[in-house]
């Protein structure tokens, strides 16, 4: 380790050397250039008996191009580098290497782990869908024969009481809430709801679900069809004595369930099929849900 700091000492020593060398030679060079007599801006004048006038001083000497200058430097990099290729590989021996610092107790990187955490993440799907939700709770009479429940959200006591069996329901936009409709009523619609209930006595004429979400229906009376549109995920619960009665239409849905109710009985549920099997036969096509066997 001694002799590496000698000989890296020695290599310094040189370049200094020849530093100082070449920054003598430039003092040299200007001091040599101010001492040089100035040529003579006024002309002399003739002497009265018309002899010529005595030549002028010689001319001082040209300044250094820029030629001579990159050649001077180009001299002093020459020395700098001969020293340094002098001392060999050695001189990079008695360098310390690097170590990384080691990380406290507790700290944590700053840098994500990949590009997913470095980007801004959107709003989350519950969030998006409680927007969609959000709204003035209402639940009113319209036109003097609609009844209208909008935007109830987590409201589990709601109820409405029919006295026209003209009238109608109409519930929307609702979220994590139950409604129950007492009395008979002509339909009872059912549109973009998320994780809802209802319970009605009678609907004289039809049932209807469309784009909702994870939805229960319980049928106590009577119930004649009950339709399903763009609806993922419906429970139907009809008792068993009227069951032969109600006829389920489905369209563009999925995870449909018909579960009958029986007193003395467990309830038995019955998932819808999803896929169907269309065959031409005897000039026409004939539709039948796929068996899985």
Same mark, same amino acid.
């Given at each position: /380790?001694?002799?590496?700091?000698?000989?890296?000492?020695?290599?310094? @020593?040189?370049?200094?050397?020849?530093?100082?060398?070449? @920054?003598? $030679?430039? /003092? +040299?060079?200007?001091?040599?250039?101010?001492?040089?007599?100035?040529?003579?801006?006024? !002309?002399?004048?003739?002497? $009265?008996?018309?002899?010529?006038?005595?030549?002028?001083?010689?001319?001082?000497?040209?300044?250094?191009?820029?030629?001579?200058?990159? %050649?001077?430097?180009? %001299?002093?990099?020459?020395?700098?580098?001969?020293?340094?290729?002098?001392?060999?590989?050695?001189?990079?021996?008695?360098?310390?290497?690097?170590?990384? !610092?080691?990380?406290?107790?507790?700290?944590? $990187?700053?840098?994500?782990?990949?590009?997913?955490?470095?980007?801004?993440? %959107?709003?989350?799907?519950?969030? #998006?869908?409680?927007?969609?939700?959000?709204?003035?709770?209402?639940?009113?009479?319209?036109?003097?024969?609609?009844?209208?429940?909008?935007?109830?959200?987590?409201?589990?006591?709601?109820?409405? +009481?029919?006295?026209?069996?003209?009238?109608?329901?109409?519930?929307?936009?609702?979220?994590?809430?139950?409604?129950?409709?007492?009395?008979?009523?002509?339909?009872?619609?059912?549109?973009?709801?998320?994780?809802?209930?209802?319970?009605?006595?009678?609907?004289?004429?039809?049932?209807?679900?469309?784009?909702?979400?994870?939805?229960?229906?319980?049928?106590?009376?009577?119930?004649?069809?009950?339709?399903?549109?763009?609806?993922?995920?419906?429970?139907?619960?009809?008792?068993?004595?009227?069951?032969?009665?109600?006829?389920?239409?489905?369209?563009?849905?999925? %995870?449909?369930?018909?579960?009958?109710?029986?007193?003395?009985?467990?309830?038995?549920?019955?998932?819808?099929?999803? #896929?169907?099997?269309?065959?031409?036969?005897?000039?026409?096509?004939?539709?039948?849900?796929?068996?899985?066997?």
């Amino acid at each position: /380790m001694a002799s590496a700091i000698g000989r890296l000492e020695e290599v310094t @020593k040189r370049i200094e050397s020849a530093l100082e060398r070449a @920054k003598l $030679s430039s /003092m +040299e060079d200007n001091e040599e250039s101010q001492k040089a007599p100035k040529r003579s801006a006024t !002309p002399q004048k003739s002497s $009265s008996n018309g002899a010529p006038p005595p030549p002028g001083p010689p001319p001082p000497p040209l300044a250094k191009t820029s030629s001579d200058q990159e %050649s001077a430097e180009s %001299s002093t990099h020459s020395a700098l580098f001969a020293a340094i290729n002098s001392a060999g590989t050695d001189i990079t021996k008695s360098l310390k290497k690097a170590v990384k !610092p080691e990380k406290q107790e507790g700290e944590t $990187s700053q840098q994500p782990k990949d590009l997913a955490q470095a980007k801004v993440t %959107s709003k989350p799907k519950f969030a #998006q869908k409680t927007s969609q939700h959000s709204g003035e709770p209402k639940l009113y009479l319209k036109d003097g024969k609609t009844w209208t429940i909008e935007y109830q959200n987590s409201n589990y006591n709601l109820q409405v +009481e029919v006295s026209d069996k003209k009238h109608s329901v109409y519930i929307y936009r609702c979220l994590d809430s139950v409604v129950k409709v007492v009395g008979k009523c002509n339909s009872i619609t059912i549109d973009s709801c998320n994780k809802c209930g209802v319970v009605f006595e009678s609907a004289l004429s039809t049932c209807t679900l469309v784009n909702c979400n994870s939805v229960q229906l319980q049928v106590e009376k009577q119930a004649p069809s009950v339709a399903i549109d763009k609806t993922d995920g419906a429970n139907i619960f009809i008792p068993s004595n009227i069951v032969s009665e109600t006829q389920v239409v489905t369209a563009k849905s999925s %995870s449909i369930n018909v579960t009958v109710t029986n007193e003395d009985e467990d309830p038995v549920e019955f998932p819808l099929p999803e #896929q169907f099997v269309n065959k031409y036969v005897g000039g026409r096509w004939i539709t039948e849900p796929v068996r899985h066997e």
